[in-house]
């Protein structure tokens, strides 16, 4: 009987402490360092309130290693939810602008409703068709009444 349950014990055991082994050499794996010097400016005009033509986004100091960019339109609603508006993938050709237009994930502009302000945020992420991780990422908020 005393042999039996160590027979148990070991069956459980063994796994969860080779388990437990392999856990630092995951959380150990390489990260790249996050550059904090990637900016976003954000041209909005009137033909942008409530329209599927997205602005022009200018991306500086983008990380070297940057393929291409994904970015995003959220509202902040009063109810502190946040709600995607699209957006879309632009490849980095170098010259940090996404032109206006170009955006078409199912992008909508900002359309608060009449007499109320609403904040909004363009997230633009720096990425890297090695990983699916954001090399870096910006938001460039502001408020459309």
């Given amino acids: 009987m005393r042999f039996e349950f160590l027979g148990k014990a070991r069956r459980v055991l063994i796994p969860a402490l080779f388990a437990a082994a ?13 550059p904090d010097g990637m900016a976003v400016t954000v041209t909005l005009r009137d033909v942008h309130r409530c329209s599927r033509i997205s602005p022009e986004i200018q991306v500086a100091q983008t990380p070297a290693s940057t393929d291409y ?18 957006g879309g993938l632009w490849n980095n050709d ?5 032109p206006e237009g170009g955006l078409t994930r199912h992008y909508r502009g900002p359309c ?5 302000s609403r904040e909004y945020a ?18 460039f908020r502001f408020t459309q009444e």
């Fill in 69 to 86: 960019y994904d970015v995003r339109l959220m509202e902040f609603t009063s109810d502190s939810q946040e709600m995607f508006l699209g």
């Fill in 94 to 98: 170098g010259t940090g602008i996404i």
């Fill in 112 to 116: 608060p409703p009449s007499g109320q």
């Fill in 22 to 34: 392999l856990l630092p050499a995951c959380a150990s794996k390489e990260t790249q360092e996050v």
């Fill in 122 to 139: 363009f997230v633009v992420a720096a990425m890297n068709r090695q990983s699916m991780q954001p090399i870096s990422v910006r938001v």
